[in-house]
């Protein structure tokens, strides 16, 4: 079955056609000229701010014009990531989209789910000619998945309404009232080179299968970070016999779990046997502590003929140290809001090549002073070692407002359509919501979205009986906007 052919029609077109655009974060030229197009080809009020984001705005329908105005809100730009085995072109292509059952995902890329049915469905809302609504203002935003660049720059003068439908929320049954802030931490150390020794041969080793994910809406679940991982077997190597290290390559973007890695290793071709032994046995203990939750889960070992250089014996316990002693996963649970990460940090990218150690990884937390603190201790870590850190891009969390009156509305209308609760939660994700607070002072915000699983991997799908529920579920929140006070 064709994604064009399911319903509802309108919002699934508009996703195809999204989804023919390339829009990496910080590459939006493409998908900006695509909304402004889109913009004017209905004749409503269409530009960009200073930079770029994208705003639409539609006046109120016949009998609508008293009701408050909405800003509809979602971002442009998604996560690029495919499987090694995946020959593809993000810069050039449009994703490939499959429908398997109830689902929809890529061909080994991934999907723009995140945050593309979102902006599909403000589309969908733009063009609509029979849908009853106030006076709307789109606002599609840039570059939120690698710096939320859009939503730090916003002109906040642009918008007159009053309350704020962030569409990016990955669970349907919840209404998201609150989210993590977040910082990077970027390290970068020079490391002494040698020769590798006379009679020693070289291996590569490679983690692949991880489930990886989101950063932050996954950081609770226990999986497998392959840089973490990939550490721990070699700081177990040198343990038991002289390994000389060569290079590292693990992970691929800031916010996404590593879901692979490989290192080349020089061994005593005399403590071969020993090595591959110690290898398979460490495989299977790996294998053991996450059958449950990296079915997957794929190590493999070859003989190779690399000619680099290797660390000098000093740097190499430096650097495999502190990696094993950096702090990855849950920082700290929230003690107020039951089940809700509160600090958490991700080594997402390791590379070691040519004289350069690198590393980037993401301090998330809905607690300023507990941000710092997480981001703290990464940061001694690597400067203990004598490492360079920079630390940028930091965001602001959302504070979680109970008595917001749009999460009164949405969630008397909820419990209405679907005869259950909804569940009312604050994220450990990097929503733009706290963000845009700052810029639009005294908006009422509120995020909810379709059913997204694997956002930021390969194996992200969207589905699509969810994203009919979503669809119902915005079209009548709309007609029932308050009256304007």
């Known amino acids: 079955m064709n994604v064009r052919d399911l319903e509802p029609k309108e919002l699934w077109n508009h996703f195809a056609d999204l989804n023919a655009v390339p829009r990496p974060s910080k ?134 309404g009053k309350i704020l439908l962030n569409l990016d929320t990955e669970d349907d049954d919840e209404l998201s009232i609150g989210c993590a802030g977040g910082i990077d931490t970027n390290t970068s150390y020079r490391y002494t080179q040698e020769s590798v020794k006379e009679g020693f041969i070289y291996f590569d080793i490679l983690i692949k299968g991880l489930l990886g994910g989101h950063s932050g809406m996954d950081i609770d679940k226990g999986r497998g970070n392959s840089n973490k991982l990939l550490t721990r077997l070699i700081y177990h190597l040198h343990t038991l016999t002289e390994v000389q290290l060569i290079s590292f390559d693990g992970g691929s973007l800031r916010n996404a779990i590593p879901r ?83 600090a958490s940090s991700s080594l997402a990218r390791v590379i070691i090549k040519d004289g350069e150690f690198i590393t980037q990884s993401l301090q998330r937390s809905s607690v300023e002073t507990s941000k710092d603190d997480v981001a703290n201790t990464i940061r001694s870590a690597f400067e203990n070692m004598g490492a360079t850190v920079v630390q940028s891009g930091d965001y602001p969390g959302w504070q979680p407002n109970p008595n917001s009156a749009i999460l009164t509305l949405m969630s008397d209308l909820y419990r209405e359509m679907y005869k259950e609760e909804p569940k009312v939660k604050a994220c450990h994700a990097g929503l733009e919501c706290g963000i845009l607070g700052k810029h639009l002072p005294g908006v009422d915000m509120i995020s909810f979205g379709p059913n997204i699983r694997a956002a930021h991997s390969p194996d992200e799908k969207v589905q699509i009986s969810s994203v009919q529920k979503f669809w119902g579920y915005l079209l009548e929140t709309i007609q029932r906007t308050p009256v304007r006070s």
Do not use: C
């Open 27 to 160: 590459k939006e030229e493409r998908v900006i000229q695509f909304m402004l197009d889109f913009g004017k080809s209905l004749g409503l009020e269409t530009k960009t701010d200073a930079i770029q984001n994208v705003i639409i705005k539609k006046p109120a329908t016949v009998g609508m014009e008293n009701r408050t105005t909405l800003i509809l809100q979602s971002h442009l730009d998604m996560v690029h990531q495919k499987n090694s085995d995946t020959v593809f072109d993000f810069d050039q292509q449009g994703i490939e989209m499959l429908v398997e059952d109830d689902w929809v995902r890529a061909n080994g890329t991934t999907l723009g789910a995140d945050n593309g049915i979102g902006v599909a469905a403000i589309m969908s809302l733009l063009a609509s000619t029979d849908t009853a609504h106030p006076a709307l203002e789109a606002m599609f935003t840039i570059d939120e998945e690698t710096g939320m660049t859009g939503a730090k720059e916003l002109d906040g003068s642009n918008f007159d």
């Open 260 to 342: 692979e890695a490989t290192v080349v290793l020089a061994v005593n071709k005399e403590e071969k046997s020993l090595f591959l032994s110690e290898i398979k046995k460490f495989t299977a203990i790996l294998k053991a502590e996450y059958t449950s939750i990296e079915p997957n889960f794929v190590l493999e070992v070859s003989e190779s003929t690399s000619s680099n250089s290797a660390l000098s014996r000093i740097d190499f316990i430096k650097i495999i140290n502190t990696l094993y002693s950096v702090h990855n996963g849950v920082y700290r649970m929230s003690p107020d809001i039951k089940d809700l990460v509160e």
